[in-house]
């Protein structure tokens, strides 16, 4: 009796990386001068086909560091109150802290070295990531420093589409405006566009991967 295989971990589709999506809001442009405000992260695994697909969001509201930059225009885009009572938002330290215990956990269960990000226009959001872990002296941060995996990039090879909002309408996976800036939000629909586009890749990786396997 014949049996199926397990499908693959997701570290080796990758190369031993660990794909999790990051969005952050923030008070500007700058990552060493502008406050980080949300940050939200998508870990992400493969299912029973062997699919790339979401498996845990978490997010935390990020407490301005002392001194930080904050933009009347950038809290006009993300709609976001530093000062709101219900915030509820953790030091930069803790909310790190908080993100990144469970992307630890994914990438010693998913047989991975390290986590790579993956975010739409990538590099804004590794460079506030890493410029609050420079600030906040979070240890073993589970990112490599510099290399990503860029939305931006795939889908205007893929679809023609460099603005997520577009991408996401181009592919059917749909775009509310009134939900876009959030961190959370944007995070999964990034997601969600990476696995589309990485998925559809599959025939591609499996017909390269088939003559190592041979």
């Known amino acids: ?11 080796q589709r990758f190369r031993g990386f660990l794909p999790v999506v990051v969005d952050v809001e923030t008070g500007g442009f700058n990552a060493q001068t502008d406050a980080l405000l949300e940050i ?3 870990i992400l695994g493969v299912d029973e086909a062997g ?3 979401r498996r845990e969001t978490v997010f935390s509201h990020v407490a301005p560091f002392p001194g930080a930059n904050i933009e009347k225009a950038a809290l006009e885009v993300n709609g976001i109150d530093p000062d709101h009572p219900l915030r509820l938002a953790k030091s930069e330290h803790d909310a790190l802290a908080h993100v990144f ?3 630890r956990q994914a990438i010693s269960e998913n047989g991975c070295t390290r986590a790579i990000l993956v975010g739409h226009n990538a590099h804004f959001d590794l460079g506030f990531v890493n410029a609050a872990i420079a600030r906040s002296g979070v240890k073993r941060a ?3 420093p510099f290399s990503v995996f860029d939305t931006a990039t795939l889908a205007g090879a893929a679809l023609g589409q460099t603005v997520l909002a577009r991408a996401l309408q181009a592919t059917g996976l749909g775009h509310d405006q009134s939900e876009a800036h959030s961190a959370i939000y944007d995070a999964e629909k990034t997601a969600d566009l990476f696995c589309l586009l990485v998925n559809r890749m599959r025939p591609l990786f499996e017909a390269v991967q088939a003559p190592a396997q041979a």
């Open 1 to 11: 009796m014949s049996t199926q295989p397990l499908p693959a971990k997701v570290g």
């Open 40 to 42: 939200a992260a998508v």
């Open 51 to 53: 699919n790339l697909v």
């Open 101 to 103: 215990k469970p992307i």
């Open 142 to 144: 589970p990112f490599h």
